[in-house]
């Protein structure tokens, strides 16, 4: 299984996962994520799922793992492009993911990290 | 087959062909009787010689499947008719079995024992179409229902944008789990497909509230936020409220607002959105003269 490409755009890790992942795939993406993470210092991370069709209770946990690992190293975690299929396969399996934030597709995910980060700096952090 | 079954057979066939006329009149007065006083059409006349001339073919053909399966062709239309006509079972049986009825009194005013035994045989022959046209009716009637309930849920979830980035999902009628997966699917595909960020779930159109109807209506709240939409729940009258509350239910972070006016409001400001009373400006025009 090849690894999930991580891209950085300014201060933002952008990870794009295509099609479904394996366990071990998502074991690698956790620490290659969090190396790049202390590595290039970043502000944010964006992980897109869009291509992901068929979650489980194992990927449902990657995403609060991942976004707990970043806010641990300061940067805030935004999952955008879920699918309504997806949405209601972890509601019915009772993973709310609170604490992850969300948004509907990239762009919006961008937009709420830069107004994230404006009021962090407004406010002198 | 005996030879005396045979003989009786035809002294009954021999009996409906001669005294078609009769029979059918006093048929069709017997299939009406049940109605009476309500709009019934006339055509009824015309249906049941049909099945009637139906009737008699299949009895001439008696291992030929052809007359046999017209006859229950045009008898499965007849319950089907009267199931969507609203007829109640009774009244469509009465339809077939009146015609049992028709044929006694012809075969009584000719007094044959032939006629008799024959008539014996008849009558089976005709309860085994009562009872397949109390089924077609039957099934006729479940398909309604199976219709109705289908165009019900469709009717009922219509998911309407309200503004840019807005949407609104009134809600009418009891939440099931069938109705809450079909609303449920609908929002989050109309959430993607508009790109939209915020969602009313409005509960003005549900009559009441309990841990079931809460669990279906959080876990939509929960789906939608998970794709990056926030939901805000409004149209809660004050009974609702007030059993919400002594049932325990908890709706956590989730915004709630008593009507969809104030929702609308809600969601506009937080989308950015500024709403301003218009000044009421008076524009005087007057044409000088020249």
């Known amino acids: ?125 | 087959m005996t030879v005396q079954d045979n003989t009786s057979r035809h002294h009954v066939e021999g009996l409906l062909r001669a005294n078609e006329e009769r029979i059918l009149t006093r048929w069709v007065e017997i299939s009406n009787e049940p109605l009476r006083g309500r709009a019934v059409e006339v055509g009824t006349l015309e249906e049941l010689r049909e099945i009637y001339h139906a009737f008699l073919r299949s009895l001439d053909g008696a291992d030929g499947a052809d007359g046999a399966s017209e006859l229950r062709g045009l008898l499965a239309e007849l319950s089907r008719s009267r199931a969507r006509r609203g007829f109640t079972p009774r009244e469509t049986a009465v339809a077939v079995f009146g015609l049992k009825e028709a044929i006694y009194e012809v075969v009584e005013a000719d007094g044959d024992v032939d006629g008799l035994r024959g008539f014996i045989w008849l009558s089976r022959t005709i309860d085994d179409l009562g009872l397949y046209t109390f089924e077609s009716f039957s099934t006729a009637r479940e398909k309604i229902i199976i219709d109705q309930t289908e165009q019900l849920l469709e009717l009922s979830t219509p998911v309407v944008k309200l503004w840019d980035g807005i949407l609104a999902v009134p809600l009418v009628g009891t939440l099931d789990s069938a109705r809450t997966q079909v609303v449920m699917e609908k929002l989050l595909q109309t959430l993607v497909d508009t790109g939209s960020e915020y969602a009313v779930i409005d509960i003005t159109g549900v009559p009441a509230v309990d841990t079931e109807v809460a669990q279906h209506l959080l876990k939509t709240v929960m789906a939608a936020r998970l794709m990056g939409a926030s939901c805000v729940i409004s149209g809660i009258r004050p009974q609702i409220a007030h059993t919400i509350v002594t049932l325990g239910i908890e709706f956590g972070d989730i915004v709630t607002k008593a009507t969809l006016a104030d929702a609308l409001a809600y969601t506009l400001k937080q989308s950015g959105v500024e709403v301003a009373s218009r000044k009421r400006t008076r524009v005087a025009v007057r044409a000088e003269e020249a």
């Open chain 1, 1 to 125: 299984m090849d690894r999930v490409p991580i891209l950085k755009i300014g201060d933002i890790l952008l990870v794009s996962i295509q099609g479904d992942l394996d366990d071990q795939a998502v074991l690698t993406l956790q620490e290659d994520l969090a190396e790049r993470v202390v590595a290039t210092s970043a502000a944010g991370v964006i992980i897109d799922i869009t291509a992901v069709e068929i979650v489980d209770s194992f990927v449902g946990r990657m995403l609060s793992t991942i976004a707990g690992m970043s806010r641990m190293l300061d940067a805030e975690t935004i999952v955008v492009g879920m699918r309504p299929a997806v949405a209601i396969t972890l509601v019915e399996l009772g993973l709310s993911l609170g604490g992850l934030r969300t948004a509907l597709d990239l762009e919006k995910g961008i937009a709420l990290l830069s107004r994230h980060s404006a009021a962090f700096s407004a406010a002198g952090l």
